[in-house]
């Protein structure tokens, strides 16, 4: 079993940056995809991004399209999801998934889960 940190969450205001960092420990990650969803209060949690275990592949929500990436470092056990030009509507509770594909959506695809991190966009 993976145990999975996230961290790097904040209170910004809107256009601002952040990086969100997710450590994964318990045993190696490399062979597996990565993912971040998020969740916003009263909302389902919803797909945001993932990256394929070699980082040669990248799926993102229509929604962060061209202001999020993700990307990894397997030799450091750890995954980032770099936010760029933030929106109130980003605001949510922000976590990692290990497991399943790029493509996967259901919870029950992925191996493990973080606490999570709160991003707060203010306008």
């Known amino acids: 079993q993976v145990q999975l940190d996230e961290s790097g969450g904040g209170l910004v205001q809107a256009g601002d940056s952040l990086r969100l960092s997710c450590a994964a420990s318990g045993r190696t990650f490399s062979a597996d995809s990565m993912s971040w969803f998020r969740q916003a209060p009263g909302n389902e949690r919803e797909f945001v991004a993932a990256i394929n275990w070699s980082g040669s592949r990248t799926n993102y929500a229509d929604s962060v399209k061209g202001r999020f990436t993700i990307s990894r470092d397997n030799a450091k056990n750890m995954v980032y999801l770099q936010m760029n030009s933030l929106k109130p509507e980003d605001t949510a509770v922000y976590y990692c998934?290990?497991?399943?594909?790029?493509?996967?959506?259901?919870?029950?695809?992925?191996?493990?889960w973080g606490q999570g991190t709160q991003v707060t966009v203010s306008s």
């Open positions: 998934a290990t497991g399943g594909s790029i493509y996967s959506r259901r919870e029950t695809d992925f191996g493990s």
